[in-house]
């Protein structure tokens, strides 16, 4: 067909299966998919989704979506716009600059090769380095908002470009401005990052201080670092393989709660598990023991209500890691959405306590979203 975007616009495909664009491996197609090598492409694509009276939606890598089986009909902007540079001035800290489109854990190595400190603990986690803003992507004790310097944007409403620091995006646990009050307004478009060429070792993590005692490495150097980390992650975390179907990593938030919100969920355990597990639950509690702010694991809520290895479709609770939902092959979105709500249900109705969903839901009805958002409902 002729290109909707004009005669110079950015390739545009109809009716694009989104399914190999994505880790967990489902998803019908796109009305419109375009793949954006810059700016102006995104802008060319947005005109031709405001054009059409269509949604759009920027689609990194997918690893932290869950499209509907119907796919979604709008415009998917997927950008391509990639490079990593490094000025070649030799100072203690080093910025470095991304383009969004970069894949995550290439700018890592990257960084490591180069004995450059601050994201070498988010190691191997999969998708682009614009989407790593929008939820703050964090594991073992590093988040990247904290080595952010800024980040510029396209705001979506004016087509015009702005540079953000790391305060306007205000940065969280799984959040910032980009999910949630600035949710659809811009698209990242680059990232500068704020490294050190001074070790800055996070090893606190007990896997990862298991690691290196296990070992005897007292101070390891960097790439030793991210070696340790994709092991641990490699042992621990379904990564998403073809052959096997896939996952988006965790389907659901760990708790950050108050004090007050944990003798709730005491007094709920204590009621309808056993006393082990009230045990549990309390070692937990006892490693904030100063905290206003209490972390509970979202898997050790799952594992006790009994749903690790359940099944719905082809569909599954991670039986290691019950944070993740799992594709086992040939699996639809609606097995997951329906596995999820079983999750949320199930926890919240034995200990009282409401998980939040992290992938995005793409594509999916009002209905659909009602039904997994009302959990709490019978
Ligand atoms: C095996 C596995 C392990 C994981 N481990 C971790 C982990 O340890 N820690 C962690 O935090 N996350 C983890 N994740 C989640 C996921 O990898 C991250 O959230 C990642 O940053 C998503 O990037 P993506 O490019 O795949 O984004 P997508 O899934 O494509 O998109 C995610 C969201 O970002 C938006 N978006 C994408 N690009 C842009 C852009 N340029 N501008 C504006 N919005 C954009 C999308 O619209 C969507 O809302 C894991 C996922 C998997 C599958």
Redo the contacts with the bound molecule.
Sequence with gaps: MPNPAGAEGPHIREFEPLKPYT?FKMGGPARFFIEAGSADELCQGLGLARKRALPH?????????LISDRGFDGVVLH?IFRGVSLPSVNTPETHLNVL?GEI?DDVVKFTAERGLWGIENLSH????A???L??N???YGQQVGDVLESTSVLEIATGTQQVLSPADCEFGY?RSI??TTARGQ????GIRLKLSRTPRRVLDYPDVRAYFDERGIKDPPLTKIRQAIISIRDRK????REEKGG????FFKNLTISEREYEALHEKVSRNFSPRVLERLTEIRNRFPAASQIKIPAAFLIDICGLKGYRIGAAQVNESQPLVLVNRGGGTAADVLALALHVRRTVWARTGAALAI???LVGFSEQELKAIHNFKEN
């Design positions: 880790t939606f920027v689609l990194g890598g997918g690893s932290n979506v950008p969004a995550w986690i999969p998708g682009q614009g989407a790593a929008v939820q992507i964090g594991a799984r980009f999910n811009y698209i990242i478009l975390f379904p990564f998403p996952n988006a990593g965790s992290e992938p995005e």
